[in-house]
């Protein structure tokens, strides 16, 4: 298993919520039912965000409770793994309602750019 530098996947995380949130502005929940390139490009970055919130180690969560890790991962293995059933209203709530509260988490809690320990 190769180990992840935790601020850099925390860092990928704020750019994919942020990608999704730009994506979605302007648009609207029918959007994603009519548009099938719309409803898989959120779908990957709700995705590689979970990815890559799993990738940050569980010892080094602890130090920032205000993201909700558990939620994230799980929505990234239940869009995975239930590919066949997926609730475009969670989807859709995700990247209006939760990513901008997450992009604004970890805005806070990220060191500036060239910060290497944590």
């Not at 959007?31 to 010892?59: C, K, S, W």
């Not at 993201?67 to 209203?89: A, E, F, K, Q, S």
Request: net charge negative; glycine share 4%.
């Amino acid at each position: 298993m190769s180990t992840h530098d935790p601020i850099v996947s925390m860092r990928q995380m704020r750019d994919f919520a942020q990608e999704a949130i730009n994506l979605a502005k302007g648009r609207s929940h029918a959007d994603i039912e009519i548009d099938r390139v719309f409803q898989l490009a959120l779908l990957h970055l709700v995705q590689m965000v979970g990815e890559a919130a799993n990738r940050v180690p569980p010892d080094k969560r602890p130090a920032c409770p205000e993201v909700p890790w558990n939620d994230i991962v799980g929505m990234r293995h239940r869009l995975v793994h239930g590919y066949d059933v997926v609730d475009t209203d969670l989807v859709w709530r995700t990247v209006t309602e939760d990513l901008p509260d997450l992009v604004r988490i970890l805005d806070k809690l990220l060191p500036p750019p060239g910060y290497e320990n944590w």
